[in-house]
T-cell receptor, first 111, second 110 residues
């Protein structure tokens, strides 16, 4: 099946710093989503971005489908940005409703 | 629109028992997917239902089963619970594009 690798596994920042999280995937995809998991376990949708670039406030994301990677940018980080960030993909075959997740990036933002 | 809801939020069971978890999708969504999250294995896909039909299934033993009702609500059942079934169980609903997740059910097996 499709493989998803996220980097870095851990990231520690000071408040106000910028960061880039990367997601590499091994095959063509129909769907790519970025999530933030809060301390209670809920997955919060950040972006639905199988291709192209999107921005939402301090966050933006770019997916280059032909090169099989996606980037999540966080600017002017805040302590509330701390948590685990997941990239998840649905491959281009008949993977109805099946998201394959990366192992996540644990982001810690210090005040 | 109301989000995805899951009940119960927390559950404690003993080995050998069975459990049923419930998921109500976003209104109008016909696809419901289930995932298991553990510290060791991360987030893994269990199965997906669309209009009461299972369209896709992950690599879990037959003790894990599910169903979907005509109103798109879904249940998953785990029989003969094992210690390793302790996990956060997440469901997601979709209009066949973006998936939206519920808050999860945290199952502890003693």
């Amino acid at each position: 099946g499709i493989q998803v690798e996220q980097s870095p596994p851990d990231l520690i920042l000071q408040e106000g710093a910028n960061s880039t999280l990367r997601c590499n995937f091994s095959d063509s995809v129909n769907n790519l989503q970025w999530f933030h998991q809060n301390p209670w376990g809920q997955l919060i949708n950040l972006f639905y971005i199988p291709s192209g670039t999107k921005q939402n406030g301090r966050l933006s994301a770019t997916t280059v489908a032909t090169e099989r990677y996606s980037l999540l940018y966080i600017s002017s980080s805040q302590t509330t940005d701390s948590g685990v960030y997941f990239c998840a993909v649905e491959d281009g075959g008949t993977s109805y409703g099946k998201l394959t997740f990366g192992q996540g990036t644990i982001l810690t933002v210090h005040p | 629109k109301a989000g995805v809801t899951q009940t119960p939020r927390y559950l404690i069971k003993t080995r050998g028992q069975q459990v049923t978890l419930s998921c109500s999708p976003i209104s109008g969504h016909r696809s419901v997917s289930w995932y298991q999250q553990t510290p060791g294995q991360g987030l893994q896909f269990l199965f997906e239902y669309f209009s009461e039909t299972q369209r896709n299934k992950g690599n879990f033993p037959g003790r894990f089963s599910g169903r979907q009702f005509s109103n798109s609500r879904s249940e998953m059942n785990v029989s003969t619970l094992e210690l390793g079934d302790s996990a956060l169980y997440l469901c997601a609903s979709s209009d066949d594009t973006e998936q939206f997740f519920g808050p999860g059910t945290r199952l502890t097996v003693l």
